[in-house]
C-alpha cells in the first residue's frame, strides 16, 4: 500500500540541518488484513543519500507523558513488534532525485492474542559528497527520522477504541476536559471544531494520538471566535484496519 510524502506530526524529527531526503505518510500500519505496507523514502538532494534503519520504543504513562527508559528497556520492548515483522532493505543508498521503498511485512504468530504493538522505525540518512580537493568521502551530518510503526495481531472485528469526555469546563474563549481513552487499539485522528449542521469551523490539532497504555490525557484548546456559539468538538479517527470511529463533545457556548 503506497503512501503520501507529507509527513505529519506523529514523527519525532532530529535533524541537524534543512536535509534533502523526504519521508512517506505519517505512520506503518500493519494488520491481519493490510500484511505489508511500503514506506517511501524519497532523495531531493543532488548527492547520493545513505540509510540505515534502526527501532526505538517510546512508551508513555497512563496521562500520556512520556517514561524515560534505556536503550536496553528500549530494545526489549521493540523485540514485542521485531518479532512479528520482516522488513527490507536495512540498509540502502538513494541515487539523486530518486526515491526507495522500504518494505514492511506482518509475521503472523499462532494463537496471537488480540492486540496492538508498537515501535518507531529510526530512518538515518546521510548526503555522500565527494572531496574535490582530498581523496575520499565526506559524509555530512544525518538526519534521522522516527516513524511510527503501528502492528495489530488480529482483524478490525477483535479490535477496539472507545473516547468519553469528563470534568468539561467552559470559560470564556478556552475548553478543557480529561478524555478518557479505553480497548486494546490507539486512537489517531484529528481534532475539530464543527457547527451543528457538520460544517467545519476550526481543526484544533491534527495527528491526535492517544496509545493502548494511555488511560487519560488532560486537554485545553482556545475555541477563539467560535466560543460563544452552539458547537461541538469531534474526534475523527483516522486509524485503518477498522470503521472510521467518531466521538463527539457539545458545548453550549460560553457565557
Known amino acids: 500500500m503506497y503512501k503520501g510524502l507529507i509527513l505529519g506530526l506523529l514523527s519525532t524529527l532530529i535533524c541537524a540541518k534543512v536535509h534533502a531526503a523526504s519521508f512517506g505518510t505519517y505512520r506503518i500500519y500493519l494488520d491481519p488484513q493490510t500484511s505489508q505496507d ?23 504513562e497512563a496521562n500520556g507523558e512520556l517514561v524515560k527508559l534505556t536503550a536496553i528497556e528500549q530494545a526489549q520492548r521493540s523485540e514485542y513488534v521485531l518479532s512479528r515483522l ?14 526507495q521503498h522500504v518494505t514492511f511485512k506482518l509475521r503472523r504468530q499462532i494463537n496471537d492474542e488480540p492486540a496492538e504493538y508498537r515501535t518507531y522505525v529510526n530512518f538515518a540518512c546521510t548526503e555522500i559528497k565527494e572531496r574535490q580537493v582530498q581523496e575520499g568521502i565526506n559524509l555530512t551530518p544525518a538526519m534521522v527520522m522516527a516513524v511510527p510503526l503501528v502492528l495489530r495481531t488480529a482483524p478490525a472485528s477483535k479490535m477496539s477504541v472507545n473516547l468519553s469526555f469528563v470534568n468539561v469546563k467552559q470559560q470564556g474563549q478556552s475548553v478543557s476536559f480529561r478524555l478518557e481513552h479505553t480497548g486494546n487499539q490507539s486512537f489517531f485522528g484529528d481534532i475539530d471544531v464543527m ?61
Open 38 to 60: 511500503k514506506f517511501v523514502v524519497k532523495n531531493r538532494s543532488v548527492f547520493p543519500e545513505q540509510c540505515d534503519i534502526s527501532f526505538t520504543y517510546i512508551q508513555y
Open 86 to 99: 520482516r522488513f527490507s532493505p536495512r540498509q540502502f543508498t538513494i541515487e539523486p532525485k530518486s526515491f
Open 195 to 255: 457547527a451543528e449542521d457538520g460544517q467545519k469551523l476550526l481543526t484544533l490539532q491534527r495527528n491526535f494520538v492517544m496509545y493502548p497504555e494511555m488511560i487519560y490525557k488532560d486537554l485545553r484548546f482556545s475555541l477563539g471566535e467560535h466560543s460563544a456559539k452552539k458547537v461541538k468538538l469531534v474526534f475523527q479517527d483516522k486509524s485503518q484496519g477498522g470503521d472510521s470511529n467518531v466521538f463527539e463533545l457539545s458545548l453550549q457556548g460560553a457565557k
